[in-house]
């Protein structure tokens, strides 16, 4: 299965001139919160090292569809941020993987039911013991305060112990710890 995916994968990124991890790497900074679309949380989502993120994120720089910023409050943290050419690159991906959601339509609901419960259990599995990176947005997170804020930063986040905008809490966070049990 696995090979079956990185082949569709490899031939939908070269139609669109791009390797997978460049086109992960676009849509990790896109749907990531920006205060941790990090060269860092990037490996960890893609399961490399940091030089590989490294080497992959300054790919896409040299091409001005990434730019990377230091974090203010820690000067050893990289930022990614998508130029608008980068956003207009992302806008054109809305069709990639696309080839593996038509693979599933012969498949009856019922069976694909069973294999989503039976997915999400090896998933939750491989996170708990740390092979695996699941990004979520903030809803469903233990560290989520919904409404506790004022009309520009709504939520707050006990995590980063941050206040942060309705748009910014629908974005995927690295760091989000479920509340529910699968």
Known sequence: MSQAIKKVTQAESNALGFSPVQIQALLFT?????????IGNFANSIGTTHV????????????????KTQK???????????????KET????????HSLEE???P????????FELGLGAII??????????????????????????????????????KYLSHESSLQACPEHTSSFEI
């Not at 590989?52 to 730019?67: C, F, H, P, S, Y």
Request: proline share 4%; charged share 20%.
């Open 30 to 38: 896109y749907y990531t919160r920006s205060d941790v679309a990090t």
């Open 52 to 67: 590989t993120a490294v080497k992959i994120v300054n790919g896409l720089v040299r091409q001005g569809l990434i730019t």
């Open 72 to 86: 203010p409050e820690d000067r050893r943290v990289t930022l990614l941020c998508l130029t608008e050419e980068g």
């Open 90 to 97: 992302v806008s054109k991906l809305k069709h990639w993987g």
């Open 103 to 105: 693979a599933l339509h």
């Open 107 to 114: 498949i009856s609901d019922e069976a694909l039911a069973n």
């Open 124 to 161: 939750s599995a491989m996170e708990k013991r740390g092979h695996l990176v699941v990004s979520e947005p903030c809803l469903g997170c233990i560290h989520f305060c919904p409404n506790t804020g004022d009309a520009d930063a709504p939520h707050y986040c006990k995590l980063i112990q």
